[in-house]
């Protein structure tokens, strides 16, 4: 057992200030400990920044755009982070999801409305989703936490697993009927990034549905950045200091503390490490695996996207890609290392909600696809294919593209290894045991060193909760 050297200038370094390195700090500092975090980058926020990536006066966020997961997280909900600028902005629908031939399937917030338009499968939506969005606050420190053997609220997270650990599709066609409910649950099953039949693709499914109604699909006003930087300042107000601009390449740059936390994936702490972690970890850590990657383009546009279904107006998120049975296919073509003719489109459109985001009149577009981890394939004919599908004209309207494939991604943050979005793929085996199977898993045995990123439970999106446990790890351990 290693004991704590309390003749270190920091109590803790974290390595990047993603919204989990930015969550642990907040947590350490809150309980007066002295941290400092180290960021690679020129500004901090990780997945969770908005640069000006187009035209001049068009802000993008460049990763995450749409946060449910930040909106339901306990830990956010308990900071001022109000104080510091962060507005809300929650739009009417949380999600559109238009089909060739019928009206689009909308996602409201409220669950009734949304049943309602289901057609044959009005009760059975309510079956499914009522149960969790009565007993979400209860659910949510399980859900967002890591496995435990022991839940807090045992029958009603045994209730949820029921649904959770089946695979989408077993979940979407054994219950649902109509083309439209098969499809609205399909587009929030393919946020999982593997394929729909894979096991437990349904838990980010009943997740990411039941946020919807119960807490909404937001965004910050001015883009992703006001969170990060919203929580960046209540750090330093809690004592907190920030170093931007330096990469770290090996662990031996920061000796100088009690405790170092990586909000880093494991190839990364692997490379910057290795020597310094016992080896049976490592071999482990060697044995992590990513999922697939994307590509993700930003246009600038002379108007709004002209969609043939007016409702789809009334949502900052799009789910483009038709049928269950086409999203599906796309879903299962990446993970075979096939780029779609028909990929499925997580697509924005902040700048109709938010006013800061374009130019009056004008507006942005976020939108990314799935593709085979690695890829430098320009996907930008297949995206704007699908788009076009449901929103004709809508290609006359581009001013100006920005492109990143699989590997751009990776350059812009080392996080994302070979593109892949979420730390490492959060299949069954990976869900709650990332990155290994452990008691503990943030810390690193017989180290000084913890794991704070998304490649820790519960995994990716912005929600800070890996940086929270990770800090509480942490904190137990300078006792
Ligand atoms: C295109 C895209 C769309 C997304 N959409 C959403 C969304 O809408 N909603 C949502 O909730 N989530 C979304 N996500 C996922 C979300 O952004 C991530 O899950 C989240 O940012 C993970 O946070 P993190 O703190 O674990 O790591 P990151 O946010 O990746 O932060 C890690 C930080 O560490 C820094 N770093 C890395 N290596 C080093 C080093 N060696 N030395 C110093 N610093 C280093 C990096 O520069 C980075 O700033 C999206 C991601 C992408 C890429």
Redesign the pocket.
């Known amino acids: 057992m290693i004991a704590v050297n309390y003749n270190k200038e920091y109590d803790a370094i974290i390595?990047?200030?993603?919204?989990?390195?930015l969550a642990a700090g907040i947590v350490l500092a809150q309980n007066g400990k002295k941290v400092k975090i180290?960021?690679?980058?020129d500004s901090v926020?990780?997945?969770?920044r908005t640069k000006f990536l187009t035209l001049p006066g068009y802000k993008h966020d460049v990763?995450?755009?749409?946060?449910p997961?930040?909106m339901a997280s306990p830990f956010f909900a308990s900071l001022p982070l109000q104080n510091y600028g962060l507005k809300w902005i929650t739009p009417e629908f949380p999600v559109a999801h238009p089909l060739d031939n019928e009206p689009a399937a909308i996602m409201e917030m409220d669950v009734h409305r949304t049943a309602s338009g289901l057609g044959r499968d009005n009760q059975t939506y309510l079956n499914l989703f009522n149960p969790i969005i009565n007993d979400f606050n209860d659910l949510l420190p399980d859900l967002l936490g890591p496995f435990n053997l022991f839940p807090k609220n045992p029958i009603k997270v045994a209730k949820f697993g029921l649904n959770a650990i089946r695979s989408a599709s077993s979940l979407i066609n054994s219950k649902f009927k109509e083309t439209r409910s098969r499809a609205l649950l399909a587009g929030l099953a393919a946020h999982s990034i593997q394929p729909l039949n894979n096991a437990a693709t349904s838990a980010i499914t009943l997740v990411l549905g039941a946020a919807g109604h119960a807490v909404g699909w937001p965004m910050p006003e001015g883009g992703s950045q006001s969170l990060s930087n919203a929580l960046a300042e209540h750090f330093t107000f809690l004592g907190g200091e920030i170093e931007t601009g330096?990469?770290?390449?090996s662990v031996k740059q920061l000796s100088e503390a009690k405790a170092i936390l990586f909000?880093?994936t494991p190839k990364?702490i692997l490379e910057?490490a290795e020597n310094e972690i016992p080896k049976s970890y490592a071999k482990k850590l060697n044995r992590y695996r990513y999922g697939p990657g994307?590509f993700?383009l930003d246009l600038a546009l002379d108007g709004p996207i002209p969609w043939k279904d007016e409702n789809c107006c009334k949502a900052a998120t799009v789910h483009i890609g038709g049928t269950f049975e086409e999203i599906a296919k796309a879903e299962s073509q990446v993970f075979e290392g096939i780029h779609p003719e028909k990929p499925f489109v997580l697509l924005a459109q902040q700048s109709l909600f938010d006013s800061t985001r374009a130019p009056e009149g004008k507006h942005t577009v976020w939108c990314?696809c799935h593709v085979p981890n690695g890829s430098t394939q320009d996907m930008t004919q297949q995206i704007e294919d699908q788009i076009e599908r449901f929103a004709p004209g809508f290609k006359d309207l581009i001013l100006f593209r920005n492109k990143m494939n699989a590997a751009d991604?990776q350059t812009y943050?080392?996080?994302?290894i070979g593109g892949d979005?979420?730390?490492g793929i959060q299949d069954l085996r990976q869900l709650y045991t990332r990155p290994v199977n452990l008691f503990d898993p943030y810390r690193i045995p017989n180290t000084s060193f913890f794991i704070c990123?998304?490649s820790s439970p519960p995994g990716?999106?912005?929600?800070g909760m890996?940086?929270y446990h990770a800090a509480q790890a942490v904190l137990n351990f300078l006792k």
């Open positions: 390595v990047g200030s993603g919204p989990n390195g180290i960021e690679a980058s926020g990780g997945g969770a990763c995450s755009a749409i946060h997961m930040a330096k990469m770290i390449s909000d880093i990364q910057i994307v993700k990314y991604m943050n080392p996080n994302y979005i979420n730390g990123s998304s990716g999106g912005v929600h890996c940086g």
